[in-house]
């Protein structure tokens, strides 16, 4: 089991960039795959991105593709996001997770307790 913690959101402008990490406790952050999920005001947690547990393998919501890379750093137990030309509908809450595998978008049901990104136009 992992225990995770997010961080880097902030308000930035429209066309901005942010970088999130996520730092998980535990010695078998390896063994997991990875993803990030949003959730906006009155709206379902959705999937953004996810990666493999060895990083060499990334999926990414049509919405995000182009504009978000996933990256992890195994040595260092950090799984990151890197957000580019951010638009007002990427504001949300941002969270990590623990992903199935094979299916890199199904959360196992392992949450950090999410950041926050804000984008005004």
């Known amino acids: 089991q992992v225990q995770l913690v997010e961080s880097g959101g902030g308000l930035v402008q429209a066309g901005g960039s942010l970088r999130l990490s996520c730092a998980a406790s535990g010695r078998t952050f390896s063994s997991y795959a990875m993803g990030w999920f949003r959730q906006a005001p009155g709206k379902e947690r959705d999937f953004v991105a996810g990666i493999s547990r060895s990083g060499t393998r990334t999926y990414y919501a049509d919405s995000v593709k182009g504009r978000f890379t996933i990256s992890r750093d195994n040595a260092k137990n950090t799984v990151s996001l890197q957000l580019n030309s951010l638009q007002p509908e990427d504001t949300a809450v941002y969270y990590c997770?623990?992903?199935?595998?094979?299916?890199?978008?199904?959360?196992?049901?392992?949450w950090g307790q999410g950041t926050q990104v804000t984008v005004s136009s």
């Open positions: 997770a623990t992903t199935n595998s094979v299916a890199l978008k199904v959360p196992l049901g392992t």
